[in-house]
């Protein structure tokens, strides 16, 4: 057997992962829950990953599920804690999933007393049901716009009251000012004749 | 030469004969190899010396290692030409020397040297084994049969354990109230072995889990396995362990006394109430028979009508009078279900049980 180059295609085609695009899409399955941490502090946190209808890859943004009620900057307490935000976006996406309203909603979920259990009872509720769901963007240092979702709907109901506009749902990517400092002053202080360089 | 009639001291005498007696290499000890005994013997003469319940190539017999109940153990020819005999109970694989050393708790290199004993192949040098050694060694190990145990690591459920049990129209969150875990991983630990299955998307892992006396057990359940062997694992659960009993109504009309968990959960939803036992051959306790029946109006059986099943649909018919019925056309309730959906089945579920 011998290798070369020659049946090479033209342009290397693209064998990774397709994500969702921003915008409105019915028909969005949850395919997984998981239980993660952030790589600073560990702090954990459950996603929802969805597929669409062609297999495009979705998620929700972190649901962060700590009961503690934080602090601001200033020392002065939050309004709420990170579970009260985040049970609000499970709320949604079981009415979504279920058709049903937020009491029901409440009923199915039930109590559970772990992070983990969080995780488990959302998967169990959540998993194989699809829903309608907006996903709006943020844009990276790279250009590329990562998809989350915004908002969730019942399938059951008639499309309309999701709304997409791509000047706001999509952020822009910003570099930080101090940032942007730093890199030039790299620039400046670096060596004239490039004798610092790595190659 | 005669030292005895040398006249000389005792002391020369001595040292004589210490000298014509040493520096011979003709007698030195030589170990036994596997060519020498497989020269002299065949295989099968050995297999049939040692294993004492072995008969026949590739026919199930009791291990003899351990109080076995169930015939696990088969010897058969591998690729090599040479028999192996393996113990479909514990995994367990033994060439012919492997399992004399296992028998008699020896090691390798004795368990050659029993064989050649046993067998007179090296008359020469014989070695001598205390007859009541094997026996006692045998013993012991028929005292200490390592009992299996099974740990879990579970996972979420997800979109391939979904894919799976709607088949059934099982939903999920009817899995977590029967207390079906989606496993990550599953360790099976059997003496100083440890087997690691690991859940892969197209061979998923589910463990039952069993609470008695504050003390957890699974039955492990790898529904696409396609070695019969690790389909079903059990550990530490016991007769007693009734699927499907914790999730009952208080009180009802009917319950059925099915053969599987997931059964059970087929005739949830029905809303029909559903208990199994660890299998159609378990006998169904008494005491627990005059508690369901203070609850329940009647029990039913419904077991596969296949000839186990039928068997002991008749033996508990005739044990408890209880009715019975068996499913049309396909072997279980769940298998009726994913074939002709849950509305034909409501249809004839309920010809069966109201008429």
Known sequence: MSFNLKSAPEKAQNTGKQYVSPGIYDNTKVVEVVLLETSKNKVPYMEIHTSGPNGEIGKSGKMFLSTKVGTNEDGSPKKMSAWEMSSGNILDFIQAAYNNNREQAETLFGEVSSNQQVVDKTAALLVGKVVRAKFKGEEGADGRVWPSIDKVESMSVTPGTLRYDATRDIKKYRPQSNTAEAVNADITTGAKDGSDLPF | ???????????????????????????????????????????????????????????????????????????????????????????????????????????????????????????KVPIVIDPGLKQLNLEKRLLIRPKASIEIISQPFNITDFNYWSQYDIPLTLLQEYRVHSCKYVYLTKGDKVIRFEYDKNNPLYAYEFISDNRTSYKIYKPLEKDKRYKWMFSG???????????????GDVLVLTKSLKDCMCFRLLNIDAISLQGETNKLDSELVNKLLKRFKKIIINYDQDEEGIKNTLRLNKEYSFEYFYIDKHKDLAEFIKQEGLKEAKIMINKKING
Request: charged share 25%; proline share 2%.
């Open chain 2, 1 to 123: 030469m005669n030292v005895e009639h040398l006249i000389c001291s005792p002391n020369m005498r001595e040292s004589l004969l210490f000298l014509i007696n040493m520096f011979s290499l003709s007698d030195a000890y030589r170990n036994i190899t596997l060519e020498e005994i497989f020269s002299k013997v065949e295989e099968y003469q050995l297999w049939n010396y040692y294993c004492t319940n072995f008969r026949e190539y590739d026919i199930s017999f009791k291990s003899e290692l351990y109080n076995d109940k169930n015939p696990s153990c088969r010897i058969k020819p591998i690729s090599n030409g040479r028999l192996q005999y393996t113990d479909y109970g514990t995994g367990d694989r033994y060439g012919i020397f492997d399992y004399v050393s296992a028998k008699y708790n020896v090691t390798f290199k004795e368990a050659l040297n029993i064989v050649s004993n046993d067998f007179n192949i090296r008359s």
């Open chain 2, 237 to 251: 659960g016991s007769q007693a362990d009734i699927e499907g009993l914790d999730q009952l109504n208080l009180n």
